[in-house]
């Protein structure tokens, strides 16, 4: 029987997510959801010391936000609650026992300054300490010390951790989807450590793959920077004698800098301004940092770039709305080599997406911009509004810039179009069109710009030059949509009232 797909995605609520992880979780449920599994969101907080409080809560409203929906997990349960791994501490410490009692694992009792003068007087010879075969029998370890012993020290409270025997010399032989196969001799790895007896937690290795087994988890899909560990998750699946049921993995490419080698860093973004997070994020020393969603990017744009950082359909379309994106992603489609980012690239998907959005949709975003202005108008007139002008927004406050003269009449004039454009000539014909434009009932771009064209034809004005000279009158400067557009939308009367004024303001 074909195995349910089941994924997860395992953050350790440590600050604000980096967009990194956002496009971990992406993929986790993309691929969920195009076989039809299971998607979890499991919180690894048992490193107390680099704990957050806040960034749990920041991790579920970002996955909100862009529309990753969790079957299971912190705040919905499920099956296998809980999913926060500090609640699941009772479970780990028997696993540990176990694997200690096959001779997988083993006690140590070197305490913090032993390890470090250990770790001191390797680099004083040049070389890097390592906790591994060649030292740990020889170290404070259940290897060396006798059953007695281990059990008079366990007795009365000195701290121990467990430690993974890694085997001296083997190679283990792994797979992953994206990477292909790899073989690691173990010879380079170390003893890391499992379990700690200060604070009866287990470490990542321990309870990620205790819990990834328990959850029935069938694929790891993970960042590149836990491909070192994959070895020892190898290892410690066959001394559980769990390997039938080992999840698959799959380590994906890192995010790389805008310029140049390098994994995509928040300094990067407050370099180039551009967020690195999904959301804003205040740390608790006070420091903001910047968020896409904050920052104008509409979550459908931020996910649409997010998911072509290193996975591509293969062919040229560009533009996935969420449910393409599950039709269309594998990972056998995500690329080995890191992805760079690009900022501008960014900004072009959410212009896309503002061309895309439903006008109304929009009026609703600009409506309180320009009630800030003291302009209040119906969602109709903001929807109209918004229609001849979103192709040339990148951002929802772009709006307000390019709708405002629509509802207010300018109070000032463009310097340099006025000087390139108000000349006699001009304004001796504006006056003239103002008359023509008085015979028609009303203003439309269908009726009365075809009509006026042909009146300029016919009477040898010049085209360019009368309707900049309109344009200076309507809005203030000789740039904009198609002014009959806005001659249509702002009505006859208003028309005729901006040319008038514009005749007094400028001579
Ligand atoms: N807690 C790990 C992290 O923060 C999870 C790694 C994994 O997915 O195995 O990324």
Excluded at 165 to 171: G, H, I, S, V, Y
Excluded at 254 to 261: F, S
Aim: charged letters at 25%.
């Amino acid at each position: 029987m074909e195995r349910r797909v089941r994924v997860r995605f395992a953050p350790s609520p440590t600050g604000a997510l980096h967009i990194g992880g956002v496009r971990t979780a992406l993929y986790n449920y993309l691929f969920a959801r195009s076989h039809g599994g299971d998607f979890i969101l499991r919180i690894e907080d048992t490193d107390s010391q680099r704990f957050v409080p806040g960034a749990e809560a920041y991790i579920i409203e970002a996955l909100k936000w862009c529309g990753i929906k969790t079957d299971e997990g912190v705040e919905q349960g499920g099956p296998h609650a809980p999913y926060r791994q500090s609640e699941r501490k009772a479970i780990y410490l028997q696993y540990a026992q176990q694997l200690i009692d096959s001779g997988n694992a083993y006690y140590a009792f070197d305490s913090a300054e032993s390890l470090d003068a250990m770790r001191k007087e390797a680099e004083s010879k040049g070389q890097t300490f390592a906790y591994n075969y060649q030292v740990r029998n020889q170290l404070e370890t259940s290897l060396k010390l006798s059953a007695d012993e281990v059990r008079q020290r366990i007795e009365r409270g000195d701290q121990w951790v467990v430690r993974f025997k890694m085997p001296e010399n083997e190679n283990v032989e792994m797979d992953d989807i994206i990477r292909g196969h790899i073989t690691i001799n173990t010879s380079t790895l170390d003893d890391k450590v499992l379990y700690k007896s200060a604070d009866q937690l287990p470490t990542y290795h321990l309870a990620n793959i205790v819990d990834d087994h328990l959850m029935e988890i069938s694929h790891v899909i993970r960042g590149e920077e836990w491909l070192p560990s994959l070895p020892l998750h190898y290892l410690l699946y066959r001394a559980f004698g769990w390997t039938d049921t080992q999840p698959q993995f799959a380590h994906l490419p890192l995010l790389l800098k805008p310029q140049g080698q390098g994994k995509l860093s928040k300094r990067d973004g407050d370099k180039f301004g551009f967020p690195v997070f999904p959301l804003r994020w205040v740390a608790p020393d006070g420091e903001v940092s910047a968020g896409y969603r904050e920052d104008g990017y509409l979550p459908e744009a931020f996910i649409n770039m997010l998911a072509l950082l290193g996975w591509n359909p293969g062919t040229e379309q560009e533009i996935f709305s969420m449910d393409e994106l599950i039709s269309a992603f594998s990972l056998e489609k995500v690329s080995k080599a890191g992805a760079r980012f690009n900022p501008e690239k960014a900004k072009w998907f959410n212009a896309q997406y503002i061309r895309k959005c439903d006008d109304a949709k929009l009026a609703e975003l600009l409506l309180p911009m320009l009630a800030e202005k003291g302009v209040s108008t119906t969602v109709e007139r903001a929807a109209k509004a918004v229609s001849l002008i979103k192709e040339r927004a990148t951002f929802p406050k772009d709006l307000l810039p390019l709708t405002e003269y629509m509802f207010v009449a300018p109070s000032s004039y463009d310097e340099k179009s006025v000087a390139k454009f108000w000349k006699p000539e001009n304004v001796e014909n504006l006056k003239k069109l103002a008359v023509k434009l008085a015979e028609f009932d009303k203003i439309t771009a269908a009726e009365t710009e075809p009509a006026i064209h042909q009146w300029i034809v016919d009477n040898q004005m010049s085209m360019g030059q009368l309707m900049n000279t309109l344009r200076i009158a309507i809005l203030g400067i000789s740039q904009g949509p198609s002014i009959f557009d806005i001659c249509e939308f702002i009505g006859k009367d208003e028309t005729l009232r901006r040319i008038e004024a514009a005749m007094k303001a400028n001579g």
